[in-house]
């Protein structure tokens, strides 16, 4: 082992400020547990402003400090994951790392880093010549417990699921319960609705008070998700690593792009015929989605369909496909 700060080898540092939701964290939570079963010795950094996911990442046993507290010392490898860091941090972590990993998103592609994990962009890009690129969904960095077993579709929706991450920054919740409300066959056939949020989402009060206004609706503060995906029949969301997690479990979805890094992997997982492409929320209105939502709802086979091709698409084994040619990678140096 390197001599590492706190005599940690590998280290994730993870956009975690409020601003950036959660779901670098949530990705990475994912790999490192891939890691540590190859023997990886890990903690996370996170932003000053971000200790709010320190509780989730002791959950999974891991260890946590702030970019300001953490000493220095060689480490073998670093995986960045966010995209505000500046290139003073950059070169910190290029020069403490034997092995850089970056988590990518978006063009472009960045240049410093050794190994680059890109599951939202297609396997045959162009990232250019002598680039080591993991690329594809089958690199998707979910849970595997979301793809432990396929969804049951039933002839009849009997609930939907509204969850567009910890903080729905955007308040596409508002959107969404606004579209459904325009369709009749939710009362007609008596559909539950579960919104789920994160406890710190900017628009929580009103959310509630939106969804007590409703019939047969209910909203679940930060809820277990995979008994929120268990339940659901049908389920609109955003595009990050929650679309990730409700194709591998096989739950039809409508994805709305809240944020220019997720049109990409919302337009390849719609490809596959995975999940529904809405757009962006910007471009969208509660009519617009609901007659989106309406044709999913009323068509069993086509959620079906849906939910085959999801899963076929995502396996749950990307974690563990990307930590072992990191691990490779890593101890190769």
């Known amino acids: ?113 050794d190994l680059i994990l890109a599951p939202g962009f297609a396997p045959d890009n162009n990232f250019g010549a002598g680039r080591r690129v993991l690329a594809g969904l089958q690199y998707a960095l979910i849970d595997p417990r979301h793809a432990s077993g396929p969804k049951s579709i039933t002839g009849k929706v009997k609930n939907i699921l509204v969850s567009f991450g910890l903080r729905d920054s955007l308040n596409a919740t508002r959107l969404s319960l606004q579209a459904l409300d325009r369709l009749p066959d939710i009362l007609n056939n008596d559909i539950a609705i579960t919104v789920a949020m994160g406890v710190t989402a900017p628009h929580r009060d009103a959310i509630v008070a939106q969804v007590q206004s409703m019939q047969n609706a209910i909203c679940k503060i930060n809820a277990d998700m995979t008994f929120c995906y268990a339940q659901a029949d049908l389920a609109i969301g955003g595009g990050g690593v929650g679309m990730l997690e409700r194709m591998a479990r096989g739950l039809p979805s409508v994805s709305v792009v809240l944020a220019k890094n997720q ?68 101890f190769a140096s």
């Open 263 to 330: 049109a990409r992997q919302i337009e390849i997982c719609a490809q596959t015929g995975g999940t529904l492409n809405a757009g962006p929320i910007v471009h969208l209105d509660a009519g617009e989605l609901a007659t989106m939502i309406g044709p999913l709802l009323r068509s069993a086979q086509s959620r079906a369909t849906m939910s085959a091709r999801a899963r076929e698409a995502i396996d749950g084994r990307g974690p563990a496909r990307c930590a072992r040619t990191m691990l490779e990678l890593a």
């Open 1 to 113: 082992m390197l001599n590492g700060p706190g005599n940690y080898d590998w280290v994730f540092r993870v956009a975690s400020s409020p601003r950036a939701g959660g779901g670098h964290v949530a990705r990475c939570l994912n790999l490192a547990t891939a890691l540590a079963d190859g023997g990886a010795q890990t903690i996370f950094v996170l932003d000053d402003d971000g200790c709010d996911s320190g509780a989730d990442i002791e959950a999974r046993g891991f260890a946590w400090r702030v970019a300001s507290d953490m000493p220095g010392g060689r480490i073998r490898a670093c995986v960045i994951d966010g995209y505000d860091y500046d290139d003073d941090m950059l070169s910190h972590w290029r020069q403490q790392a034997t092995l850089v990993t970056a988590l990518v998103d978006q063009l472009p592609i960045p240049t410093w880093a």
